[in-house]
C-alpha cells in the first residue's frame, strides 16, 4: 500500500491531506511532503524510483541493531534513520502479541519516505491529528518529530496499561487464600507484562538514539530544536517509570512465587506429619506380625481389640501434639 501525503493550502494550510494510489498517475503532478509505503510492491517501488529517483533496497527493514547501519547521511544530503514502533496487543486485542516493528525513514528533498511491513497505532495517530489541527506539519522534519512525539505518547499509554494490569494481579495475589490455579494465572499476566514493559525500554531507547541523531544532524531549525530537546525530557521520564514497573513486577513475581512455595510447604507439611504419625501403628502391627511361637497375646481373646486400639491411640496422640505446637 502506497500512501501520500500533500500539505494542504487555504484554511487548513499545515495539514495534511492523504491519497491512497492505485496507480502511479497522480504522483506526477503532487509535491507530497510524506510518503508512506506499507509492505510495498515491486511496483510500487518502480512508481518511487521513476518519480523521485530513489532506489529502494530489498533489505531496508532488516533487523541490523549496528548504529552505524541505522542512522546516517549519504553524500547527496539524504538522510536514513530506522526505528522501532511498539504495538500494543492489549490496545488492539491483537493475537499476534505485543511486539516491536521496523520502520525505515529516508528524508530526501524535503521529502519523507517511510517502509514499514504493518500498519502502525502511532502513524494512525498522526494522520488523525494532522487532519484535525491545522499547521501541525510545515514540513517532512515535522512529520518525523510528530510521528517520534506520537511514539513517546504511545508508549506512556502503554505503561499506564501496564500499571493498572499490574494493580488487578496485585488485588489477586495479594489476598489471604492464593492457590495454584490463581498463582499460575498470575504468573502468566506477570510475564506478559514483563515482556511490554522491556518493550517500551527499547523503544523509548531507540527513540532517543534517533532523535539525538536529527539533532547532531544539524538539520532541524530553531524551533524543531526545542521540539526534539522537549520529546527527549519526556523519554527521561518514561525510563524512569519503566524502572519503577520493573520493581513492581519483580515484587508480584517474588510474592506469587513465595505463595506457591508456601502452599507447596503445606503439602509436605501434611505427608511429613502423616508419615510421622503412621509410624507407630505401623510398628505395632509390625510387632504383631512376626510369626515367634511364644507370644502372649496369641492365645488372649482381646488380643486383636487391644491391638487395633492401641494403633489408633498411637495415630491420634501424635496429631494431637502436633496440633498443640501450632504445626498444623
Do not use: C
Request: no cysteine; charged share 30%.
Amino acid at each position: 500500500m502506497l500512501n501520500v501525503f500533500t500539505l494542504e493550502a487555504g484554511k487548513l494550510k499545515g495539514g495534511l491531506l492523504q491519497e491512497e494510489l492505485h496507480d502511479p498517475t497522480p504522483l506526477n503532478g503532487s509535491k507530497p511532503v510524506w510518503v508512506d509505503l506499507e509492505s510495498p510492491t515491486e511496483e510500487e517501488k518502480a512508481w518511487i524510483h521513476a518519480r523521485f529517483g530513489l532506489e529502494l533496497p530489498a533489505d531496508i527493514v532488516d533487523e541490523d541493531l549496528e548504529e552505524s547501519a541505522r542512522f546516517y547521511e549519504e553524500d547527496n544530503g539524504e538522510l536514513h534513520i530506522r526505528s522501532d514502533f511498539l504495538i500494543d496487543a492489549d490496545k488492539g486485542h491483537d493475537e499476534q502479541g505485543s511486539r516491536s516493528v521496523r520502520v525505515a525513514f529516508i528524508l530526501r528533498d524535503n521529502v519523507l519516505f517511510s517502509v514499514h511491513d504493518e500498519d502502525l497505532p502511532v502513524f494512525r495517530l498522526l494522520r488523525l491529528r494532522a487532519r484535525r489541527i491545522p499547521a501541525l506539519i510545515e514540513d517532512a522534519k515535522d512529520v518525523l518529530l510528530k510521528l517520534y512525539d506520537a511514539d513517546a505518547e504511545y508508549s506512556a499509554d502503554a505503561l499506564e496499561g501496564i500499571y493498572d494490569s499490574l494493580e488487578k494481579v496485585s488485588r489477586r495475589v495479594l489476598k489471604q487464600d492464593v492457590n495454584d490455579v490463581v498463582a499460575g494465572e498470575a504468573l502468566t499476566a506477570i510475564a506478559r507484562e514483563e515482556d511490554l514493559n522491556g518493550r517500551i525500554r527499547r523503544n523509548v531507547m531507540d527513540t532517543r538514539r534517533a532523535l539525538s541523531f536529527l539533532m547532531r544532524s544539524r538539520m532541524l531549525n530553531a524551533e524543531q530544536f526545542e521540539e526534539a530537546r522537549q520529546i527527549l525530557r519526556d523519554i527521561d521520564s518514561l525510563d524512569s517509570h519503566t524502572a519503577f514497573l520493573f520493581d513492581k513486577i519483580n515484587f508480584l513475581m517474588d510474592a506469587t512465587v513465595g505463595f506457591i512455595n508456601i502452599n507447596q510447604n503445606k503439602i509436605i507439611k501434611i505427608f511429613s506429619v502423616a508419615s510421622v504419625a503412621l509410624l507407630p501403628p505401623t510398628l505395632i502391627a509390625s510387632l504383631y506380625g512376626m510369626n515367634f511361637k511364644f507370644m502372649p497375646e496369641l492365645d488372649w481373646e482381646l488380643g486383636y481389640p487391644f491391638a487395633l486400639a492401641l494403633m489408633l491411640f498411637s495415630v491420634i496422640t501424635p496429631f494431637w501434639y502436633f496440633k498443640r505446637k501450632g504445626w498444623l
